[in-house]
Nanobody, 112 residues
Framework: QVQLVESGGGLVQPGGSLRLSCAAS?????????MSWYRQAPGKQRELVAT???????NYADSVKGRFTISRDNVKNTVYLQMNSLKPEDTAVYYC?????WGQGTQVTVSS
C-alpha cells in the first residue's frame, strides 16, 4: 500500500511561483519508481504534467516546458514540482501519481 500526500497549492497571481510537494509513504520509496504530477482543470480531463523516472530522467507536457521543474529528494521520499511564470490556464487540481496510486490533490489557482 502507498500513501501520497500533496501540499503547497494555493492562490497566486499570474507570473508568480509555487512549489508543490508529494510525500510518499508505505511500501514504496520514491527513489525506486517513476513519479508523476497530473492536473485536472474544471470540465477537463486529467492530464500529465511532468514525470521523473527512477533514473532521474524528466519529461514535461509542452504547455509547461521551461516553466515547471520536477525533482525528488530520496531521503525524504518526496517529489516536488516547482512552478514558475504561472498562467491562469495552469489553474487546476494537481495530483501526484505512482504505480497506480493517487494522492488526494492540491488546488492551484492562478488569478489576479
Amino acid at each position: 500500500q502507498v500513501q501520497l500526500v500533496e501540499s503547497g497549492g494555493g492562490l497566486v497571481q499570474p507570473g508568480g511561483s509555487l512549489r508543490l510537494s508529494c510525500a510518499a509513504s508505505g511500501t514504496i520509496s520514491s527513489s525506486i519508481y517513476s513519479m508523476s504530477w497530473y492536473r485536472q482543470a474544471p470540465g477537463k480531463q486529467r492530464e500529465l504534467v511532468a514525470t521523473i523516472t527512477a533514473g532521474d530522467n524528466t519529461n514535461y507536457a509542452d504547455s509547461v516546458k521551461g516553466r515547471f521543474t520536477i525533482s525528488r529528494d530520496n531521503v525524504k521520499n518526496t517529489v516536488y514540482l516547482q512552478m514558475n511564470s504561472l498562467k491562469p490556464e495552469d489553474t487546476a487540481v494537481y495530483y501526484c501519481f505512482t504505480r497506480g496510486f493517487w494522492g488526494q490533490g492540491t488546488q492551484v489557482t492562478v488569478s489576479s
